[in-house]
């Protein structure tokens, strides 16, 4: 079993930044790839970001590509999303998935994670 918890999500003016955290306990981390996924009132969970277990592969949806930098220390059992140029539909639920193992190219797509965290809130307003 893997535990992820999320942090640092909160109020943010538009524009501004927030680093969000996701921590793991449990079986080996770095043999799984992470994704940053968001969930808004009334929409559809999607696939923020992604990163393989080995860091060699990321991805982002179109949306937030220039403005979120996803990175992960697994000596550390740390995952990070950088989100930068925060915009009002940035706002959601932010939650941190692990999935599948030793994958050369990570995914977004939900059904592809196993274990997830309890999400943190972004909130970007002005």
């Known amino acids: 079993q893997l535990q992820l918890v999320e942090s640092g999500g909160g109020l943010v003016q538009p524009g501004g930044s927030l680093r969000l955290s996701c921590a793991a306990s449990?079986?080996?981390?770095?043999?799984?790839?992470i994704g940053w996924f968001r969930q808004a009132p009334g929409k559809e969970r999607e696939g923020v970001s992604c990163?393989?277990?080995?860091?060699?592969?990321?991805s982002y949806a179109d949306s937030v590509k220039g403005r979120f930098t996803i990175s992960r220390h697994n000596r550390e059992n740390m995952v990070w999303l950088q989100m930068n140029s925060l915009k009002a539909e940035d706002s959601a639920i932010y939650y941190c998935?692990?999935?599948?193992?030793?994958?050369?190219?990570?995914?977004?797509?939900?059904?592809?994670?196993?274990?997830w965290g309890q999400g943190t809130q972004v909130t970007v307003s002005s």
């Open positions: 990163i393989t277990h080995y860091s060699l592969n990321t």
């Open positions: 449990g079986v080996r981390f770095d043999h799984y790839a």
């Open positions: 998935a692990a999935g599948p193992r030793y994958t050369e190219v990570c995914s977004r797509a939900r059904g592809a994670y196993d274990y």
